[in-house]
């Protein structure tokens, strides 16, 4: 079946340091990935996706790019700030085979948690 | 912005006991899921609603869950007999189209079973 793996954490980084999160992912078929940020006391929220190979997703700063070489998302951002502190999902969703549907349930990797200090 | 809400925000009910978790979707949306993450784990789907009916779920989601879109704006999740083991947070997600559409979430319900 599918499966997404992410970094071990937490990840603690100084403001405007340069941030890596690595995510690799198992799956059948052609998946979309995604990266989702939930911040303390709020919902998932997506950051940035990809839908094919080579593609990159990008959104306030942070970048991802779909490697099919590789399976990999990893994502980056070049300076954070003390506001991207919160926790990071990778995840993807699967495609069924060519003429088949998915019904775009996601997969999650087990989460990063990222703290940015002043 | 249109978003998700979800009720209660905190539910605290005994073993054995029924629950009913609560969630608005986004209005023209199409496709309907719940999540669960159990403190410390990943989160994981349990179940996706489509055309008023399940379309998938997973081996988590067994006779003891069910789900429901009752009047066409809520959606719910039932556990019928809950267990220490279904302490939790439950999200609920919703998404306008299939095609690499993006899955809004709410903020989620803490289940706690004593």
Known sequence: GNSVTQMEGPVTLSEEAFLTINCTYTATGYPSLFWYVQYPGEGLQLLLKATKADDKGSNKGFEATYRKETTSFHLEKGSVQVSDSAVYFCALSGKGNAGGTSYGKLTFGQGTILTVHP | ?114
């Not at chain 2, 023209?28 to 055309?51: A, D, P, T």
């Not at chain 2, 719910?76 to 267990?83: A, D, E, Q, W």
Request: hydrophobic content about 30%; glycine content about 8%; aromatic content about 14%.
């Open chain 2, 1 to 114: 912005e249109p978003e998700v809400t979800q009720t209660p925000s905190h539910q605290v009910t005994q073993m054995g006991q029924e629950v009913i978790l609560r969630c608005v979707p986004i209005s023209n949306h199409l496709y309907f899921y719940w999540y669960r993450q159990i403190l410390g784990q990943k989160v994981e789907f349990l179940v996706s609603f489509y055309n008023n009916e399940i379309s998938e779920k997973s081996e988590i989601f067994d006779d003891q869950f069910s789900v429901e879109r009752p009047d066409g704006s809520n959606f719910t999740l039932k556990i019928r007999s809950t267990k220490l083991e279904d302490s939790a947070m439950y999200f609920c997600a919703s998404q306008k189209g299939i095609s690499g559409g993006e899955q809004f979430f709410g903020p989620g319900t803490r289940l706690t079973v004593l």
